[in-house]
């Protein structure tokens, strides 16, 4: 034990974080004020925690000033990930349909320059929405991005013709471990908010969290992922556990990124604030959720992350 | 990279076809080589070394191939006609047809240019410093269409038939412009920050013209000014900055119309038209 690693005196295990290739794009939401733009963003964002069910994983990236917009006004950066292009290719314009075209003032935006020589692989954005304006919509075709305007009450709805697909990383992730759940909340709120300003990542649990850390398989035939016994503390003397006794209570921090290196880093990020916020305050071990390495063809190993 | 420099030694007494002058066709020559390329047009063929100094320079200060003419050239057409690349500069008057089908690069002119600058152009910049004649970003004898991509700035005035049939891109008109200015435009953004005289936007089915006022467009044609309040003007004024057109009066036009107070009209409905006139109305400042 005496050459385990250790931030702020808390022990983090020698094991690594197991990820998946997954599609993801980046999209960017405006609106004539940051209130309308967060409104868009959040319905967008609703339900979109887990593959596993919600369709895709789908989060706010970042908060964006009026001069990172497109057209100079206040907007939000999402980034959204599938386990398929085609799942989101279908996932994406429903809910600009419905949570953006909706949202009074906003307009609708690539997050990802290139055009179709660098970026083949395209989602349809107002490639489809445009049907919604009955004949009344604009195309408008400026440099090589193509718009489309849409007659709407407020004015007009604004949006690019469609966003690029490409390949991203889901599944990055560390687990906290604590004595108690006000100690595990303490550090992972602590981690949460350093990862915020990072680019290129989301955390799309709620509150970038989760306490329903999932393994493969279920005994039950129709679930594909189920309550993940071993890092469960009511089970640690009925099931295989891989806790300690004076461990009560589990988060996992679960991040999607654009690429390895923005996973790593945030994996960085978010331990070290954790450690520093829950070392001494009964954060007791970090961890990471892995399938022993055969599912996930990247994995992130802790030592070399907090390296 | 390489810089041809061509000097006039004597101005020409009759119009040639000057489309030889390019940088695809100079690229694999030498200086003898281009001194010897004829010229052939309305009088006696004439060679390049005959009207030219010519200068080739390899530097490492340019990151493109460039081509120099120096001297009013106004009887030398189809300068810069299908450029696909690099920058052509004429510093000096130019005659017909300059940037004829150009596909990619920078052309620019400081002088005056004939009819037909940037007609069918397809990419890539054109900057005229002064004025041009009829027929900017129009389409070529029989074609149907006009320019359907790229940027010309002009620092003066147009012609007739300015973005006649223009079908993508973007023209930008520092001071006035004659008639028929964006008829039968099928596409594309027109902006101008002086006058314009009668039939513009005839028949226009889509695209936008950006104008200082609106005038009494034919009601039957065109709806009536109603306030547009979108994000796409500022898209538009974030595509044309002065970095990017050099035209302070067209840009502070645009400054203007993203400012606010902005109406627009639709039409051309005589012809099933959605084209979008914008303009900023004087009761709306």
């Known amino acids: 034990m005496s050459d385990e690693m250790q931030i702020n005196g808390v022990p983090i295990e020698a094991t690594f974080a197991e990820a998946f290739d997954m599609k993801a794009t980046r999209l960017i939401i405006t609106a004539d004020d940051s ?16 593959v596993i069910a919600c369709g895709l994983e789908i989060a706010v990236e970042v908060e964006l000033s009026e001069p990172e917009t497109p057209d100079g006004r206040p907007g939000i950066a999402i980034l959204a990930f599938a386990v398929s292009g085609s799942e989101l290719e279908k996932q994406i314009p429903r809910r600009a349909g ?22 083949p692989k ?8 445009r049907y919604f304006g009955d004949g009344h919509q604009i195309s408008k075709r400026l440099d090589k991005r193509r718009y489309w305007r849409i007659p709407v009450m407020d004015g007009e709805f604004v949006c690019e013709h469609d966003v690029p697909r490409v390949d991203g990383i889901g599944g990055g992730n560390f687990l906290l471990l604590g004595s ?32 329903s850390g999932s393994k493969v398989g279920s005994k039950y035939k129709a679930l594909f992922a189920s309550t993940n016994e071993a890092f469960c503390p009511s089970l640690k003397h009925v099931a295989p556990s891989l806790l300690r006794d004076n461990v009560n209570a589990v988060l996992e921090v679960v991040i999607d990124g654009m690429d390895g290196d923005c996973i790593s880093r945030a994996m960085r990020v978010g331990i070290q604030a954790a450690c520093r916020a829950g070392g001494g305050n009964g954060l007791l071990g970090v961890t990471a959720g892995n399938y022993g390495g055969k599912l996930g063809r990247h994995h992130f190993h802790l030592a070399e992350v907090l390296r | 990279m390489t810089r041809w420099t061509l000097s006039l030694l004597q101005p020409l007494t009759h119009d040639v076809d000057a489309s030889p002058i390019s940088l695809e066709s100079f690229a694999t020559r030498s200086v003898a080589d281009i001194e010897r390329v004829q010229l052939t047009g ?23 191939d460039c081509i120099e003419i120096n001297g009013d050239v106004e009887r030398f057409h189809h300068l810069g006609a299908r450029h696909g690349g690099g920058r052509f500069a004429i510093d000096g008057s130019a005659g017909n047809w300059v940037g004829l089908g150009m596909r990619d690069g920078e052309l620019i002119v400081t002088g005056n240019v004939g009819d037909g600058a940037g007609a069918m152009m397809r990419g890539g910049r054109i900057r005229i410093d002064a004025n041009a004649r009829n027929g900017v970003g129009g389409p070529c004898s029989s074609s149907h269409t006009g320019m359907s991509g790229g940027l010309i700035t002009v620092g003066g005035n147009v ?94 036009l645009l400054e203007r119309v993203a400012s606010g107070g902005l109406k627009s009209r639709r039409g051309d409905f005589s012809v099933g038209g959605q084209g979008e006139i914008l303009a900023i109305c004087p009761d709306s400042n």
């Open chain 1, 180 to 211: 108690s759940i006000a100690a595990v909340t303490l550090a992972c709120r602590a981690a949460i908010q350093a990862l915020q300003p990072l680019p290129g990542i989301i955390t799309p649990f709620p509150g970038g969290a989760t306490r």
């Open chain 2, 42 to 64: 309305m009088g006696p063929t004439v060679r390049i070394g005959d009207l030219f100094r010519v200068g080739r320079h390899s530097t490492s200060n340019d990151s493109i």
């Open chain 1, 35 to 50: 209130q309308w733009a967060r409104e868009a963003a959040k319905a967008m964002t609703g339900f979109g925690t887990s």
């Open chain 1, 98 to 119: 419905q949570c953006v075209l909706t949202c009074p003032t906003t307009a609708l935006y690539a997050g990802i320059v290139g055009d179709k020589s660098m970026h």
């Open chain 1, 122 to 129: 395209r989602i349809a954005l107002g490639k489809s929405l």
């Open chain 2, 159 to 252: 012609g007739d038939y300015a973005s006649h049939r223009m079908r993508r891109g973007a023209v930008v008109i520092n001071g006035n412009a004659g008639v028929a200015l964006a008829s039968q435009m099928i596409a594309g953004t027109v902006c101008v920050s002086g006058t314009f005289l009668a039939q513009a936007a005839y028949a226009m089915r889509r695209g936008t013209l950006v104008l200082q006022t609106h005038v009494d467009f034919c009601p039957l044609r065109f709806s009536r000014p109603s306030v547009l309040e979108s994000p796409m003007v500022a898209l538009l004024r974030a595509h044309l900055t002065p970095e990017i057109t050099g035209l302070r009066a067209a840009c502070r």
